[in-house]
């Protein structure tokens, strides 16, 4: 069955520092993977989605991710954060039959 | 305007009770769904609707039970209410499941339902 795993619970970064949010998938067969992005009190919004081809994919608000098939890795990457994105951000895989299976989420705080 | 909206957005009820959820989309999607995210933040698909037509029910008690008037809307009534049912509860909407579920998903603000 497919699974997800995000390792951090809590990370808490300056703001303009750079970001990584870990994310490792489990799945049988080529998997389609999702960044959301859940602000307090807000419902998830999506931040990039890869299905296939160029494994380095762009999203909104400055963040991209990585899909490494060795190390069924698919990071979140921002260069510099912003007060603003402090957020849940949640990992996500799936497949064209089956619905999306959710990491259990990493709280990402800003400090000044 | 809201894409997809939830009423209410508190709910708080006693065991046993029953309660309704509403959720609309205004997006002229085909497919909606039902998630529960847990205490833990853990969120979890209950039911996924198709042009009115149910497609997923991820083995959730038969006192759940999603209604959907038209492929706009998307109900979710509760019987019996039980303190496990407390949890938040978020309606999304994407524009057809037969491209599958990897569609990008709106979701609607949540209803944070509490059962005492």
């Known amino acids: 069955a497919q699974s997800v795993t995000q390792p951090d619970i809590h990370i808490t970064v300056s703001e303009g520092a750079s970001l990584e949010l870990r994310c490792n998938y489990s799945?049988?067969?080529?998997?389609?993977l999702f960044w959301y992005v859940q602000s307090p009190g807000q419902g998830l919004q999506l931040l990039l989605k890869?299905?296939?081809?160029?494994?380095l994919v762009q999203g909104i608000k400055g963040f991209e991710a990585e899909f490494k098939r060795s190390q069924s890795s698919f990071n979140l990457r921002k260069p510099s954060v912003h007060w603003s994105d402090a957020a849940e951000y949640f990992c996500?895989?799936?497949?064209?039959?089956?619905?999306?299976?959710f990491g259990k989420g990493t709280r990402l705080s800003v400090i000044a | 305007d809201t894409a997809v909206s939830q009423t209410p957005k508190y709910l708080v009820t006693q065991m046993g009770n029953d309660k309704s959820i509403k959720c609309e989309q205004n997006l002229g999607h085909d497919t909606m769904y039902w998630y529960k995210q847990d205490s833990k933040k853990f969120l979890k698909i209950m039911f996924s609707?198709?042009?009115?037509?149910?497609?997923i029910n991820e083995t959730v008690p038969n006192r759940f039970s999603p209604k959907s008037p038209d492929k706009a809307h998307l109900n979710l009534h509760i019987n019996s209410l039980e303190l496990g049912d407390s949890a938040v509860y978020f309606c999304?909407?994407?524009?057809?499941?037969?491209?599958?579920?990897?569609?990008?998903?709106?979701f609607g603000p949540g209803t944070r339902l509490t059962v005492l």
């Open positions: 609707y198709n042009n009115k037509e149910l497609i």
């Open positions: 890869y299905f296939s081809g160029d494994t």
């Open positions: 799945y049988g067969a080529t998997p389609y």
């Open positions: 996500a895989v799936g497949s064209g039959n089956t619905p999306l299976v």
């Open positions: 999304a909407s994407s524009q057809d499941q037969r491209s599958g579920f990897t569609d990008t998903q709106y």
